[in-house]
């Protein structure tokens, strides 16, 4: 059987499948396409995936050796929401905060709040109180959840900013209400059955700034759905492009193991929330361990990892020592940060039957934007693939927002129901980032013909050395081809004749040396000569990493520049 083109695919569907049918809409003044006969919330997205979960009887969410099927994760959720509104007093549009490490209950407070009309903000569990204290006061949540860590870093705050705090887990013991007893509280397994406009907001969450202070990225619940579903119709496109085999046996049933911070969309929007219409398991990592995960995915059957591209790298040398090739593995997907053109085909012939997949989104995109899998990434290794279909429009533009042609440098510019609502208490920002509903990514790239978008660099991150412009990520991706070098970072050196050269750090595989003029030898012929690091720093330890796990940039040229014992 011949498959459709994934163009045809798409239309197809959209045309014949009422779950995909798409409309226009006004969203904030902006006409834009929207999928028509979807759930219009996160918490609707409960009720729509109760019949993939074998009407709420399947294991749905395990962690260690807790698990609990779809029935009693929904029941859980409801009891909380009854309680939020009746024990907390939280009402439409309040705002409360969860503050914790991966655990079951930051699942279920993201739907209680949203089922209470509340507004869910995420705050980062890796923050300290300084930086917990800034967040806090920007949102003014009426509540906040957190772990023990988390906890002990609130507490300084707790009198000063008016703190209620609810412990969980190892919080408990630190707070006069704990989640459990809120929870067992509520009144009702149902719903509390609040009505939610579709534009209300859904969350707050910061994005990972590397100046000033992280920005309060607001989603609304339309951006959120829109999102999953977009998601959701890549499983029916797939095989009208790839059609199984007559005898080919069913699929097994989705399953995701969760291995990135749940206050990052990475986890929360195409894993946690897609899995819910999806029918999709979910299991939770208590920390990463590359070899646990091996085992988690191998004895649990568990069919999709996404990581960032790190994770995925020790993942695969983990595989590798433990002589697995976990052959259940059908999605190995990268975000956060763009995964090394060389690991592709590695990643492909360690996991033979899983598709290798690659994809951009932001926050300010509810993790939306774009992607692509299997033969197509081993082909383009290094681009980021195409948009994903049918709600979002893509524009390349210049520093004047006109278009550029195919193949010239622009900003990437998306647009589409999933945009967020703006920057928390910051209108000149919001204003700079999203005009006439265009959202100005940052990002620069290239556009082919076929639609096929290269990502070259954050409009920040480029080096300008005597008048030409140098993609950080071009120079990285050139120095991991390097058999001996982990990871790399680019960045500009100041120069008095040329305004800025190109400097790096590399981390090597123990044991190994590099020199300047072996890494220019090496690069000779994949770089031109005038993007050739003229200086270069060399580590065994791993580069420092922000809040997110991508490579700190700013923090290792600092560093660098600091120290001035660099191979010239």
């Known amino acids: 059987m011949t498959g459709m083109t994934p163009e045809a695919a798409v239309r197809h569907i959209v045309e014949t499948d009422p779950t995909f049918a798409v409309h226009q809409v006004d969203v904030r003044g902006v006409t834009v396409n929207a999928f028509k006969n979807i759930p219009p919330t996160v918490p609707a997205l409960m009720a729509a995936g109760w019949a993939r979960h074998g009407d709420g009887q399947l294991e749905y969410l395990a ?18 929401a ?15 905060a969860i503050a914790m490490r ?50 002990k870093r609130l507490l ?32 009702s397994d149902q719903s509390p059955g609040v009505a939610i406009d579709t534009d209300d907001d859904f969350a707050v969450m910061y994005s990972s700034g590397t100046t000033g202070h992280p920005k309060g990225v607001v989603q609304t619940h339309r951006g959120a759905v829109n999102a999953v579903f977009s998601w959701l119709m890549q499983s029916v496109v797939a095989p009208l492009v790839d059609p199984p085999a007559p005898d080919a046996p069913e699929p097994p049933r989705p399953s995701a193991l969760v291995v990135t911070p749940l206050f990052h969309v990475t986890a929360t929007h195409p894993l946690f929330l897609l899995s819910l219409p999806a029918g999709a398991k979910i299991t939770l990592m208590h ?18 990892f996404l990581g960032v591209p790190t994770q995925s790298a020790e993942l695969m040398e983990a595989a590798k020592r433990m002589g697995e090739t976990l052959p259940l593995m059908d999605y190995l997907g990268a975000g956060g940060a763009k995964r090394p053109a060389a690991q592709v085909a590695q990643l492909a012939e360690t996991f033979p039957n899983a598709g290798v997949a690659t994809g951009w989104g932001m926050t300010e995109t509810n993790a939306l934007g774009i992607g692509m899998i299997g033969d197509d990434y081993r082909a383009r290794p290094e681009a980021a693939g195409k948009l994903h279909p049918p709600v979002q429009e893509l524009r390349m533009l210049d520093d004047h927002g006109n278009d550029v042609p195919f193949g010239e440098i622009g900003e990437i510019a998306v647009k589409g129901p999933h945009i967020m609502r703006c920057y928390l208490n910051k209108p000149d920002a919001t204003a700079e980032t999203v005009v006439d509903g265009w959202l100005r990514t940052g990002d620069l790239g290239t556009l082919d013909a076929e639609g096929y978008v290269t990502i070259l660099d954050r409009k920040k991150n480029i080096i300008i050395r005597g008048g030409e412009n140098i993609a950080c990520l071009d120079v990285e991706g050139a120095l991991h081809r390097h058999p001996d070098v982990l990871e790399a970072a680019a960045f500009s050196v100041p120069d008095n004749r040329l305004g800025e050269i190109v400097g790096a750090a590399v981390q090597l595989r123990e044991g190994a040396t590099l020199t300047r003029d072996a890494m220019a030898a090496f690069l000779d012929g994949h770089l031109a000569k005038f993007k050739i690091p003229a200086h270069l720093w060399v580590q065994h330890d791993v580069l420092t990493r922000g809040a997110t796990d991508k490579i700190d940039r700013r923090a290792i040229r600092t560093a ?6 660099a191979q010239t």
């Open 156 to 187: 300084p705050l707790r009198d000063t900013l008016g703190l209620t705090l609810i412990g969980v887990r190892d919080g408990a013991a630190l707070t006069d209400l704990d989640f459990t007893t809120l929870r067992d509280n509520g009144a």
């Open 560 to 565: 660098c520049l600091d120290n001035q014992e």
């Open 287 to 304: 920390k990463w361990d590359a070899e646990e995960a091996v085992r988690l995915m191998r004895d649990n059957d568990i069919t999709r």
């Open 102 to 151: 991966n655990y079951p209950e930051l699942l279920m407070l993201v739907l209680a709040v949203s089922s209470a009309g509340g507004v869910v903000v995420f705050l980062n569990a890796w923050w300290t109180t300084e930086e917990l204290e800034y967040a806090l006061k920007d949102s003014a949540p009426s509540a906040i959840f957190a772990d023990g860590t988390c906890t």
């Open 82 to 96: 009854h309680a939020l509104r009746d024990e907390l007093g939280v009402k439409q549009g309040d705002r409360v």
């Open 63 to 80: 962690y260690r050796d807790e698990s609990w099927t779809y029935a009693e994760f929904t029941a859980s959720v409801n009891r909380l």
